[in-house]
């Protein structure tokens, strides 16, 4: 049981970065961004490939960082191109940004790599420093301690951020996007860099992920943005959305929340394999429940 | 802050779907010149091109032809967001002026940014709060009191009220106002047009507003201007506009119009 937990805190927390990312462009920006499966890839493919030839952790990490934030820009440049007089709530051309990008980042994952996978063994990652710099063994408690403290900071960082100027633009352009337009904001630009935040913080979970299980692979990506959809949704119902400096927290405790039920499912015999479709089928029941509850009540 | 400025529209023209079966011709030739701290009223039958109008202005889209200045500067080619720094806009879904999911005082942040770069300080200040709190007093609304509290929370009418004040709040050099009381019931309505009223004068305003009521058109503003076809077929100023009735007003329009006047909801109201 204390296994249990343990790993799915761990893993909760590092997917806590990619959810706090989903919620940016899913809830804030109203942008259900494809792109996610592809950038939490290239943030663990170009820290593997870093690491494995010998340049520092922190590099590393910060570098995957850089190129999914470069992968959000790109989907948010592709959209800028295709949108060509859709409306502001038209998901056909966000779907397909994402899509395009996500499809494109395949093969750029492949050539960073160069190969399908790089393992990480025998090598010092990111928590091996941090555990040496503050003398500690790299105990999973001692990480999952760490691993709070970033998630943390992150979450403040992220706060503060959406209520400066520039953040409460953001929010805005995805509340109601003709509104802000006629208050002089740039809302093309805005989006852009949203998207490339969002995807930078999806990068740093794939950056951190692949050092703690100790390998990169190019299909480690996929069904990225419905685990992301189920974690800020479990989290938003579980630990409620009162305020977005709340709901912050609430979508990281959904992410801890949805790795262990997949721990617990795997521990009673579930098919590793069968996960995504579950996953997908929570999302739909999630999603659908506003839906349905409408249609009961007035029967 | 920028000051009320003159605007001068010459050879408007909007051709939507050209080319194809359905091309229309929304605005067809406008000229116009307001100078700067005139109130404009505009009438017109549904279709005749006021909306078209407004969002030609605000450059919601390219022009087929004909120029947009404002202030003495050529702002055709400007994008909407860019003019957007110089020109407040309320729209007649009381929806469309504020973020519903933001709270007042983030609504209130966002207009008060208008000329300003949108950087990485907080966007709510204890001074800028301070500015919010005396401008919300003035609607006598008691939204002073819940500035956390978020705007999809609020009436129609108070939402009009807020999306007016944020559209004034920076001083833009023009105010356009499209039909926003057509939404909301008429005492509400009543007490937005005044408050309309009350904030251009004060703040000598150059503003155009759109609406279908030929009783507020007529109230309002210093001149009147029917559209009629994407044309302006009736331009009164005040000495002309002040004795009329709206029975006179719908007489002046089978003359110009010169084809049987759509009795729509102008009459009711």
Known sequence: MNVILSSALEQGLLYGFMVLGVYLTFRVLDFPDLTVDGSLTVGAATTAILIANGHSPFLATLAGVAAG?????????????????????????????????????????LRIMG???????????????VGAFLSLTLTSWNLILALVALALAVKFALD???????????????????????????????????????????????????????????????????????????????????????????????????????AVSLRFGVNPTDLKLLTAALVVVALSVPTIRKKVVRV | MSAPAPLGLSGLRKVFFPGTVNEVAALDGIDLDVPAGQFVSIIGSNGSGKSTLMNAIAGHFPLTAGSVVLGGTDITKQSEHVRARVIGRVFQDPNAGTAPDMTIEENLALSLLRQKRRGLRLGVTPKRREVMREQLARLDMHLEDRLKTHVNKLSGGQRQAMSLLMATVAEPSLLLVDEHTAALDPKVAATVMGLTDAIVQERGLTALMVTHNMEQALRYGDRLIMMHAGRIVLDLPQEQKCCLQVGDLIQKFHEVAGEAFAVDRMLLE
């Open chain 1, 160 to 262: 503060w951020f959406l209520h400066t100027e520039f953040g409460l633009s953001l929010q805005a352009t995805g509340d109601n996007e003709q509104m802000i337009r006629s208050m002089g904001a740039n809302t093309q630009l805005t989006r852009i860099l949203g998207l490339g935040l969002a995807n930078a913080l999806v990068a740093l979970s794939g950056s951190l992920v692949a050092q703690q299980q100790g390998f990169a692979d190019v299909g480690m990506g996929i069904g990225t943005l419905v685990a992301g959809l189920a974690s800020v949704i479990m989290g938003e119902v579980i630990f409620g959305e009162r305020s977005i400096s709340w709901v912050l927290f609430s979508v990281i405790g959904g992410s801890i929340v949805y790795r262990l039920l997949i």
């Open chain 1, 115 to 129: 190969r399908s996978n790089i393992p990480l063994l025998g090598v010092q990652v990111i928590y091996d420093k």
């Open chain 1, 69 to 109: 934030m470069a992968a959000g820009c790109v989907t948010g440049l592709l959209h800028l191109l295709l949108k060509s007089g859709a409306s502001d709530t038209n998901y056909g051309p966000k779907l397909l940004a994402g899509i395009l990008t996500m499809t494109g980042l395949y093969t750029i994952n």
